[in-house]
Nanobody
Framework: VQLQASGGGLVQAGDSLRLSCTAF?????MGWFRQAPGKEREFVAV????????SYSDSVKGRFTISRDNAKNTVYLQMNTLAPEDTGVYYC?????????????????????WGQGTQVTVSS
């Protein structure tokens, strides 16, 4: 499974961005993680195989929305009201195959494939 993330950029606090992640095959739960300089990669959001269940970290809940279009093999992360603390490299990831349709893992170790990352920088 190859993942290609895009949509990052330099924005001001309060702005919005939409990240996209395309994959050759996408019948898995998909997640977004981010890594700020000097910090560990952290969970941001996840969506189940069919898109019926989502989960978010507390720091982005209410501001970010994850969605997917399985017909286009694409997962999105709509980021609103961005803040400087949202700065980092954002990675999309495909979870290990799991027959449970509503599986939404939040641990990095539950993900088998990772994209190359896209930089998001939010200035104050």
């Amino acid at each position: 499974v190859q993942l290609q993330a895009s949509g990052g950029g330099l924005v001001q606090a309060g702005d919005s961005l939409r990240l996209s992640c395309t994959a050759f095959a996408l019948d898995r739960a998909m997640g977004w993680f981010r890594q700020a300089p000097g910090k560990e990669r952290e969970f941001v959001a996840v969506i189940s195989r069919r898109g019926g269940v989502t989960s978010y970290s507390d720091s982005v809940k209410g501001r970010f929305t994850i969605s997917r279009d399985n017909a286009k093999n694409t997962v999105y992360l709509q980021m609103n009201t961005l803040a400087p603390e949202d700065t980092g490299v954002y990675y999309c990831a495909a979870a290990y195959a799991n027959p449970r349709t509503f599986c939404t893992p939040v641990e990095k170790t539950s993900y088998a494939y990772w994209g190359q990352g896209t930089q998001v920088t939010v200035s104050s």
